[in-house]
């Protein structure tokens, strides 16, 4: 079927997503100049992007929440080729005054052998670092599972991950049953798929509840975890292309067409967001009222979206992520 002619694609035009501030307690007290918030009790560690009880800000579903537009549309805003509903994808902005826990995410077929809809695999993408910035990622060659029991236990587990130092604009790749952390020092935008499963394995005694027996069931001491190496293509750079989803930055030279944003391996169009990790943005078109994207803000393009121009408005440095079908990439 066609998507002229599939009477549940429903056009929709772009919209931009109120962002919702989490409480973490590794997170920080003020969030200036990243964004106009200081915490009031709880620190903030989490301001998610397209949390399903984010508040869409603009056009005709303004006011509901993003949960509730993907339970009323989902073909119209992920397109025909999906097989679920749901918002596929959680993307968050990620502050570490201190370190995280270290922590395991199942994949899908073991998430959904306890009941959950999907596991977690997931993307950082450094939007500033200091000089010493870190993040675990992965287990030292050679590392058993017993040997992490033992050093959970002895309160040592750091000295089997694997550190990775963290540059601007450096994009890391963490599959489903990667055991990491973060550390203080950089701030992430984090790409994962729609789930808050963490299963701790340490968490430096913080009081919180560990999942020790869950986290070393879904640990894999090989992964596909790592820096990725940024694709430089004419008319993008493709930071990671996975599974679940593709993370691009876009470069507008004064204006361009969401034509252009194609790709020559898709089929059928998707739901993607554009992120201003700096400078803002307009969107432009005939179909609807032009819409601000501002600084650090997102706005969800989604799959019946119409034709549009972005246009910059001073400074961009835009961000496209796509959801995708697993087994999709080519």
């Not at 596929?88 to 995410?105: G, N, Y």
């Not at 899908?108 to 959950?116: I, T």
């Not at 200091?130 to 675990?136: I, K």
């Not at 005939?286 to 034709?307: K, T, Y």
Request: aromatic fraction near 8%; include cysteine; charge should be negative.
């Amino acid at each position: 079927m066609s998507v002229a002619s599939d009477p549940l694609f429903i056009e929709i035009t772009p919209f931009r997503i109120e962002p919702q501030f989490v409480g973490r307690v590794w997170g920080w007290k003020d969030l200036r100049p990243w964004y106009d918030r200081i915490a009031e009790q709880e620190p903030i560690g989490e301001v998610w992007l397209t949390g399903d009880e984010c508040k869409i800000a603009t056009g005709s579903h303004r006011g509901k929440t993003l949960g509730a537009i993907f339970d009323e549309q989902p073909r119209a805003l992920l397109g025909p080729d999906f097989a679920s509903s749901g918002s596929p994808l959680l993307i968050k902005v990620i502050f570490a005054r201190e370190k995280l826990s270290v922590q395991v995410h199942p994949d899908d077929r073991l998430a959904q052998r306890y009941g959950q809809p999907r596991g977690k695999t997931e993307c950082w993408y450094a939007l500033a670092a200091e000089p010493d910035a870190r993040v675990a990622v992965g287990l030292k060659t050679g590392v058993t599972l017993d040997e992490v029991k033992s050093k959970i236990d002895a309160g040592t587990l750091e000295d089997s991950l694997n550190l990775l130092p963290v540059h601007k604009d450096d994009l890391i790749f963490v599959d489903a049953g990667t055991v990491h952390a973060i550390w203080p020092g950089s701030v992430l935008l984090e790409t994962q798929q729609n789930s808050d499963i963490t299963y701790r394995m340490y968490d430096y005694g913080r009081g919180r509840e560990l999942h020790i027996e869950r986290s070393i069931e879904s640990t894999r001491l090989t992964t596909k975890a790592g820096k990725v190496e940024a694709r430089a293509l004419a008319d993008r750079t493709v930071l990671v292309d996975s599974t679940y989803f593709c993370v691009e930055r876009i470069p507008v030279d004064v204006s361009r067409s969401s034509t252009t944003l194609e790709r020559t391996n898709e089929t059928s169009p998707h739901l993607s967001y554009l992120f201003a990790a700096a400078g803002s943005a307009r969107l432009t078109s005939p179909s609807f009222e032009p819409l601000e994207l501002p600084e650090r803000g997102i706005v969800a393009i989604p799959a019946s979206s119409p034709v549009f121009a972005i246009q910059d408005l001073g400074g961009l440095d835009l961000i496209r992520i796509s959801a995708r079908m697993p087994g999709s990439v080519q």
